[in-house]
């Protein structure tokens, strides 16, 4: 049974995690209008992993007798100026996710849930590949900078990103 604060913690983890998927659907949405196909393959599997982070934390919420307490998922942004500005935006998540995941070990260790502490282990890990990936595609649009050319060579090279669904736990 999960005490009452690692409860409420991975509850608004469950939220933090549907928002991700949200804000990614629409950066995908900003892509699909600039029909850059790559990008709206990156986005599009990027959502369907943070679904499955969020469906994580949820089997884990049920499978240690807790109760799910669905919040309202805030709106994400909708424009942006361009795709080295959303990659930016990107990373920038990714970082506050990283620390929302330490802060959510911090309470496993407050409250001595050893259980919740090693199942948190595996998000601590990925959100390391999470920043490496996306700081790898920033880092290449800040080469690219207004070259239309090398912009659509990495267009084409998101386009070969593929989904496997995340094993959690
Ligand atoms: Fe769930 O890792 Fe991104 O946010």
Do not use: C
Request: hydrophobic share 45%; net charge negative.
């Amino acid at each position: 049974m999960l005490n009452e604060k690692m409860n409420a913690a991975l509850n608004e983890q469950v939220n933090a995690e549907m928002y991700s998927a949200y804000l990614y659907l629409s950066m995908q949405a900003y892509f699909q209008k600039l029909n850059l196909m790559g990008f709206v393959n990156w986005m599009n599997i990027q959502v369907q992993e943070e679904m499955a982070h969020a469906r994580g934390l949820y089997d884990y919420i049920q499978e240690r007798d807790g109760e799910i307490i669905l919040d309202t998922i805030k709106k994400p942004d909708q424009t942006w100026n361009s795709p080295l500005e959303v990659f930016e935006a990107v990373l920038a998540h990714e970082q506050l996710v990283t620390s929302l995941i330490n802060k959510l070990a911090d309470v496993a260790d407050e409250t001595k849930d050893r259980a919740a502490g090693l199942f948190l282990q595996w998000y601590i890990k990925e959100q390391v590949e999470e920043e490496a990936s996306v700081s790898g595609v920033l880092e290449t649009l800040r080469m690219i900078k207004d070259d239309k050319h090398a912009l659509l060579l990495l267009d084409k090279d998101l386009a070969t990103r593929v989904f496997n669904p995340p094993v959690i736990g």
